[in-house]
């Protein structure tokens, strides 16, 4: 039973960065909006791997996708490893620590669709942040900063929870 929960883990996470790859390589949605499914990826990891594994699971996705995609190697890495420094704290703080340790994997069904809003908005603003200052800090005027990140937070927020409600919401 433990075998066939990992190797579904495994093909959920497959096919969530083979739809990101395809994402970063034929979707552009101009120089504002960065579309990104690498914070429900390292969502959807379950809870009982450890920081070392989720940082080290989280870094090689965010690495395979900056090889393929034509971005900056090691932008997507980065962002990966910090979004998965903060998954504990922001779980703890969005949805309580008794109940967070018990659930193995975060789905809608288990927390509610409010709790589960507030824990991906979180995780995704982290990502974006850090994605966005990395890729344009320096270069870049405040305003087009704050309007990439807000409006890749919207775009992103929404593919977020309608691939959580069609493909993650259910038990594997």
Do not use: W
């Not at 883990?9 to 979707?27: E, G, H, P, R």
């Not at 090889?67 to 949805?95: E, K, M, Q, W």
């Not at 990395?134 to 919207?154: E, N, T, W």
């Amino acid at each position: 039973m433990i075998r066939n929960n990992k190797i579904s883990l495994f093909l959920l996470i497959a096919v969530m960065t083979i739809i990101q790859i395809i994402i970063c390589d034929y979707i552009y949605t101009g120089p504002y909006i960065h579309l990104t499914l690498l914070p429900l990826i390292i969502l959807s990891i379950p809870g009982e791997y450890g920081y070392p594994k989720l940082a080290l699971i989280s870094f090689t996705i965010g690495l395979v996708i900056d090889l393929v995609s034509d971005g900056i190697l090691g932008l997507n890495s980065a962002a990966a490893v910090i979004t998965a420094t903060l998954v504990r704290p922001i779980s703890y703080f969005t949805i309580n620590r008794e109940r967070s340790d018990k659930i193995e994997r975060l789905t809608i069904n288990d927390v509610g669709f409010f709790r589960y809003f507030r824990y991906s908005s979180y995780l995704t603003l982290v990502f974006l942040i850090t994605y966005i200052l990395f890729d344009c800090a320096g270069f870049r005027p405040a305003s087009f900063i704050l309007m990439r990140i807000a409006l890749s937070y919207v775009a992103n927020i929404i593919l977020i929870l309608f691939v959580s409600v069609t493909l993650l919401n259910k038990h594997y």
